[in-house]
């Protein structure tokens, strides 16, 4: 028997998106911006909590929901969980976006604002970060008058580390009049400002939340959706009826009521990571201004060999070939994992910039 399966063109045209996040365990995983520390021990104790009966059952949703709408500060139907950041970013694809319709993004970034896309088989306006990776404002504000569908802005960005300051994204809002800008704010923990007071002033904000980073629960994949009520009530008509297992909710609710591991972290990386980078600029290296719990240096040329090293010992870090010779992504780990990268670096740097 021949069968002949009717795939989608937009499905051939691209290759399956592999995270290189196998092979890690054991290494000191500096590589995918995730809390090194580990999550609190008090969402441990929570899963260990769950009876063998509640995890034969489906979740409930109420509870945990109003404790983590709280403490974002927002009311229940403001907020909807998803099964980690990810699938937080893909309902607005699913919400938004029709054949004919175009998406804008803003790159180097988190790449599966283009993957949703692609799958989607819709065009991807693509912005620049410049050569100091600062935001384009112009350009974005003249890209908006196109209508893109949705358009995806990390802030703080990923992987330059960008802040996009309040004031810019209040314009961006006011431009995208037939748009839904998508706040990724994986990183706004690290930065000190969140759009998510806005969402009652702006129908066309959505803020995409994710538990793996300053929460340290990027092992339960836990995300959430907030936006206006009005502007939610269409973007959960894509979502399923349980995309949270009941671990991850466990979990979450305990961590955000101890509270003080995410408080914790988060002090360490604003403290750590300027004195990492001041580390590596001592070394030649450049450094671009971050405002997440990692850096984007520019070590130069010929580093090929010092990423290979840095393997072989255990250490992982992140290339960002794509970018330019010689830069890598760097996760603020603790100060023991950072004091060891550095011995393990060489003394000095050739950075493109003197080139």
Not at 37 to 55: F, P, Q, V
Not at 61 to 70: C, D, L, M, Q
Request: proline residues 5%.
């Amino acid at each position: 028997m021949k069968v002949h399966l009717p795939v989608r063109k937009a499905i051939l045209k691209r290759r399956t998106y592999e995270a290189p996040a196998e092979g890690r365990k054991g290494k000191m995983r500096l590589d995918f911006n995730e809390n090194t520390s580990g999550c609190s021990d008090a969402a441990r104790k929570a899963i260990a909590r769950l009876s063998t009966k509640e995890l034969a059952m489906y979740p409930e949703y109420e509870r945990p929901t109003e404790a983590i709408a709280k403490y974002f500060d927002v009311h229940t139907d403001e907020i909807t969980l998803t099964n980690g950041g990810d699938d937080a970013l893909r309902v607005f694809v699913d919400t938004f976006v029709e054949p004919g319709s175009h998406i804008l993004i803003c790159e180097p970034t988190f790449p599966m604002y283009r993957y949703y896309g692609e799958i989607a088989g819709v065009p991807v306006t693509a912005l620049r970060y410049n050569e100091a990776m600062e935001f384009p404002v112009a350009e974005a504000l003249k890209a908006l008058r196109a209508r893109p569908r949705v358009f995806f802005l990390a802030n703080p960005n990923n992987p330059t580390g960008t802040f996009v300051s309040k004031e810019v994204v209040r314009k961006l809002l006011q431009a995208a009049t037939h748009t839904a800008v998508v706040l990724d704010e994986a990183y706004s923990d690290f930065s000190g400002w969140s759009g998510v007071s806005w969402i009652r002033q702006h129908p066309n904000l959505f803020i995409a939340k994710t538990f793996s980073k300053a929460v340290g629960l990027a092992g339960l994949r836990l995300g959430a959706v907030i936006a206006g009520r009005d502007s939610l009530t269409m973007v959960r008509r894509a979502l399923p009826p349980y995309p949270v297992n009941a671990a991850a909710l466990a979990a979450s609710v305990a961590a955000i009521k101890e509270r003080k591991t995410i408080t914790r972290y988060v002090s360490d990386v604003k403290r750590l990571r300027g004195w990492f980078a001041g580390q590596l600029q001592k070394r030649g290296a450049r450094i671009f201004p971050s405002a997440g719990n990692f850096v984007l240096a520019d070590f130069g040329v010929d580093t090929a060999p010092v990423f290979r090293h840095l393997e072989k010992v255990g250490i992982l870090i992140r290339e960002r070939r794509d970018i330019g010779a010689g830069f890598a992504r760097i996760t603020i780990g603790t100060e023991t994992e950072l004091k060891k990268l550095l011995r393990e670096l060489p003394g000095t740097f050739r950075s493109s910039a003197d080139e």
